[in-house]
Structures are given as C-alpha cells and as structure tokens.
C-alpha cells in the first residue's frame, strides 16, 4: 500500500543532542512538508520541500534542519539550538506544486526531553 | 497573515444527531480548503478538499461546503456514529499554491455518545 511512514513513533532527546526524524513516502510525491503539533494549537510548517534538493523555510524553522537528497525521503533534524522540542511531528506529502490534491501524512513522532 | 478558527472547540452529541462543524478564515484569497480526522496519537486523515472555485464536495456521509466571499466553511456530519469521534481539523491553502504548507485551525474535538 502506499503511503508515508515515519520513524521512530517515540523518540527521547538529551540536552545539547541533536536527534533525526525519518519520513519516507511511497507515492511518488514531488512535495514533501514537516509540521509541529503542539497541545491545543493548530499545526504549524516547520519545512517544505518542492523538488529533490530544494526546501523552504516555513513559519518556525529555528533550530531544525532538513535535506532533500531522494524524492522519497525528507528527514529532519531538531538541533540542540531547538530549545522547546518536546512535540508531535508530522510529515506530509503532495502530488505537485501547484497540487488540489490532499496532502497526505504520517502517523507522526512524538518526541520529549530526557 | 492568514488565521484560521474552529467553532466548537469542543463538541459531544448522542449517536444518531447531525451535526455542524465550523471553520472561519481571514484572508478569503485561498486556492483550497481541507478537513482532516485525527484520531488520538495519529497522523492526519484527508476527508474533503474544496477547491476555491467550489462550494461543496460529499463523501458518504460528510458534506463540506465553502463560502469564500464571507470566509467560512462548515463540515456536515450526517447520522453521527460513535466511530465518528475524533478531533476535526480545518486548513487553507494560500492563493499562491505552490508548495507552501496549510494553515490550520486548532480543531474541533467531537465524542459520539452511544
């Protein structure tokens, strides 16, 4: 089937570490986002990704990075600059840019502080 | 900035009721709108997206409309069931489409009472 799968479903975060999350999409997306989910808030866009090596700042890129080296795959990283990590990140993808399509997501990473 | 807000942010009916959930936006230049479910500790599902140049769209039992002038939209939930709880989450797409990400609501939590 396919779909996105994102990994690990619990991750744990010492101080000064930097931590990987991994997305990996199977349905041939050109578009490929990260979001954070924050109790009581709505999401908000951490990346965005149009194309294999190009991304884009969204609305709270402070302290997280992220690559595009496969159009299948869209890791990112919260650095240790992240200072209020402990959240539910969510990655999405899209069939194009200009795309009316849905966005399609994972099931997420939830991650907390050691 | 775009800012979308959902009405209810809670909701609880007995099984069987039909039910409106709302969702307002400020900027009414958007090239789309989604509902999305999620359950407890999950990804987001796609239910309905209407593009600007639509009022509706129906899938079974959901109906979405969209009134782009007044900047609102409203979710349908017909013959509620309690697989139907859920929180619903509402999202726009800015005018430029592209590939920038949703702004989201913060979602309405709905439990179905059997």
């Known amino acids: 089937d396919g779909g996105i799968t994102q990994s690990p479903k619990y991750l744990f975060r010492k101080e000064g570490q930097n931590v990987t999350l991994s997305c990996e999409q199977n349905l041939n997306h050109d578009a490929m986002y990260w979001y954070r989910q924050d109790p009581g808030q709505g999401l908000r866009l951490i990346y965005y990704s149009q194309i294999v090596n190009d991304f884009q700042k969204g609305d709270i890129a402070e302290g997280y990075s992220v690559s595009r080296e496969k159009k299948e795959s869209f890791p990112l990283t919260v650095t240790s600059a992240q200072k209020n990590p402990t959240a539910f990140y969510l990655c999405?993808?899209?069939?194009?840019?200009?795309?009316?399509?849905?966005?399609?997501f994972g099931d997420g990473t939830r991650l907390s502080i050691l | 900035k775009q800012e979308v807000t959902q009405i209810p942010a809670a909701l609880s009916v007995p099984e069987g009721e039909n039910l409106v959930l709302n969702c307002s936006f400020t900027d009414s230049a958007i090239y789309n709108l989604q509902w999305f479910r999620q359950d407890p500790g999950k990804g987001l599902t796609s239910l309905l997206l209407i593009q600007s140049s639509q009022r509706e769209q129906t899938s079974g039992r959901l109906n979405a409309s969209l009134d782009k002038s007044s900047g609102r939209s409203t979710l349908y939930i017909a013959a509620s069931q309690p697989g139907d709880s859920a929180t619903y989450l509402c999202?726009?797409?800015?005018?430029?489409?592209?590939?920038?990400?949703?702004?989201f609501g913060k979602g309405t939590h709905l439990i179905i009472q059997p």
């Open positions: 999405a993808s899209s069939s194009d840019i200009n795309s009316n399509q849905p966005q399609h």
């Open positions: 999202a726009v797409k800015g005018s430029g489409g592209g590939a920038d990400g949703l702004t």
